[in-house]
């Protein structure tokens, strides 16, 4: 079996620390290698005896402003940008220790995680990677939101944004999900908001970490943040990496296309719970080396 179809972990500890953007609060993270089959499970270490929660859509408890994690009466707060990461670089196996309940929000990317991850080191383990795989397309639609999954040789995720605002109006972004395309296009891609939507927020408590450092911030016609965009299409590229945060929770690396209109995280998770409901549209397997598969396993590897 070829090395990319191989569990991973990260080859050593590395930390950072920044501020929730909720909650305004400073916060430490620290992420580590784990062994095979062990997952994506976050502790935290300002409470005493509490178990590592796994990073499953099962373990959802809100999808409103973020996406939070919890289990006995605590809760991790805004996992997404990180699990994202994790996801992105094919990083299967690793313990996540926080210091608060709310995931440090840095630049309003997963761009500083990658980078911490990678150096860290990605590492082959001893054990093959099991794959969800779709076999039968499954749908949901509501009013104006769609989120659909179908059968595909790999991991692709086509997201399109509708915003009635000059600066955003409709995106589409189409991307096969491999360790180096999603550090290259995706990870880079900031948060956004309008000014007015952060003032209101930030007036009833929420917000309170945010600021330019952290989120692409719009003002009528204008973006405030120096510099302007990183992308010209840097919303749509911020919401397929909400994607494939959202993804991740599966719990296992996906094989299929994921077709998102104007979702966001509570929509996608619905879809997640639809998926296990629906087991005939699914099944779990190793991927071996053959004739008939070598395209899309390059593709991983890439």
């Not at 502790?43 to 973020?66: C, E, H, K, M, Y």
């Not at 779990?284 to 053959?290: F, H, K, P």
Request: glycine letters at 10%; charged letters at 20%; aromatic letters at 6%.
């Amino acid at each position: 079996m070829t090395k990319e179809l191989m569990q991973k972990t990260i080859g050593r500890e590395v930390a950072c620390s920044g501020i929730g953007v909720h909650s305004g609060r400073p916060v430490r993270l620290c992420v580590k290698p784990a062994p095979e089959n062990h997952g994506i499970k976050f502790a935290r270490t300002d409470l005493p005896g509490q178990p590592p929660i796994p990073a499953r859509f099962n373990r959802v408890v809100d999808t409103s402003l973020a996406t939070v994690i919890g289990s006995d009466g605590f809760i991790v707060s805004t996992i997404e940008h990180l699990m994202a990461a994790l996801s992105g670089l094919g990083i299967d196996n690793a313990l996540v220790e926080v210091d608060a309940h709310e995931l440090p929000i840095m630049d309003g990317s997963a761009g500083p995680f990658v980078a911490l991850l990678q150096s860290a080191g990605v590492v082959d383990q001893d054990a093959p990677r099991f794959y969800l795989i779709i076999e039968h397309p499954l749908e949901l639609e509501e009013e104006n939101k769609f989120v659909g999954i179908y059968p595909a040789s790999h991991y692709r995720i086509t997201c399109t944004i509708e915003y009635a605002h000059p600066l955003i109006g409709n995106q589409t972004k189409d991307v096969v999900i491999t360790p180096g395309h999603f550090a290259k296009q995706i990870a880079g891609a900031r948060t956004f908001g309008f000014l007015h939507e952060v003032e209101y927020m930030q007036k009833y408590g929420l917000a309170q970490g945010g600021s330019l450092d952290n989120a692409v911030v719009i003002d009528g016609d204008r973006v405030l943040n120096e510099g302007g965009l990183r992308y010209a299409d840097e919303f749509v590229r911020h919401k397929l990496l909400d994607c494939v945060g959202d993804f991740s929770l599966l719990g296992l690396p996906l094989i299929g296309h994921v077709v998102t209109k104007r979702s966001g995280h509570a929509f996608n998770h619905s879809l997640l719970e639809k998926i296990f409901l629906e087991k005939g549209a699914w099944r779990t397997s190793t991927l071996e080396q053959s004739p008939s598969r070598s395209a899309p396993l390059k593709q991983l590897a890439n």
